[in-house]
């Protein structure tokens, strides 16, 4: 068997993403490689961070036993969890589920995109307001399919205008779903909806964190 730190599973809404307002159960990894300047979840990278060690097929009985069809695997970072193959392909066998598993991209996908009946993937590309974006491994948004989305969080009009210059490298609109999101509390949603005006950009979902907005920002467990 192999063994995960979790820091923590629960039951919420998807607060972001293609099933945005959906009910999920969240399995939330220990660490992260990445130190984004606005990480909501820094406490989960911590290495004194409270956990829970469990198997594959512990997290699995979890998420059956919630009776919830949509599961989101995220961190800190998923994808430095040494076995996590091991588990998305556990949860692969189960065709009632439809997991997403949220990445930071600089992490090669080619294991995960090789599975059979593989996980939709959700990469935050990290804009230089991050202070992360020379991290990414670039490579990964060229094989990203309609199954997978591209998260754009945007601190300032830098990472706006550097949003337009991945999706027309990429040609992600054509290639997978594209979110564009504030950093919470530092830049207005107006100036973000204004910028896609100004700019035709078509094809990108405007988008806000629901879960910030339905409970405080900082709140665990939602």
């Known amino acids: 068997m192999s063994e995960f730190k979790i820091a923590e599973k629960f039951i919420s809404i998807n607060g972001e993403s293609v099933r945005s307002g959906q009910l999920a159960v969240f399995i939330r990894f220990c660490g992260c490689n990445l130190r984004c300047s606005y990480c909501d979840t820094m406490w989960a990278n911590n290495l004194n961070v409270p956990f829970e060690i ?26 430095i969890q040494k ?7 556990k949860l692969a066998t189960d065709e009632s589920l439809n997991v997403e598993i949220e990445t930071n991209g600089s992490i090669d996908l080619k294991a995960i ?11 935050d590309y990290k804009l230089p307001g991050s202070g992360m974006e020379k991290n990414m491994f670039l490579y990964n948004f060229t ?22 210059v991945i999706i027309e490298k990429f040609q992600l609109v054509n290639k997978c779903n594209i979110y564009l999101s504030p950093v919470f509390g530092k830049i207005e949603p107006e100036t973000i909806v204004e910028f896609m005006k100004k700019n035709c950009i078509n094809g990108v979902n405007f988008q806000l964190q629901l879960h910030k907005i339905i409970w405080h920002p900082d709140k665990k467990g939602v």
Request: proline share 3%; glycine share 4%; net charge negative.
């Open 54 to 79: 469990l198997d594959e097929d512990e997290i699995y009985s979890y998420i059956k036993s919630t009776n919830i069809s949509n599961v989101t695997l995220t961190g800190g970072e998923p994808l």
């Open 83 to 89: 076995d996590i193959l091991v588990l998305l392909k």
């Open 113 to 123: 995109l090789n599975i059979q009946k593989r996980p939709s993937i959700t990469i």
């Open 143 to 164: 094989q990203l399919t309609k199954l997978d989305t591209v998260k754009f969080v945007a601190s300032n009009i830098e990472d706006l205008e550097k949003v337009k």
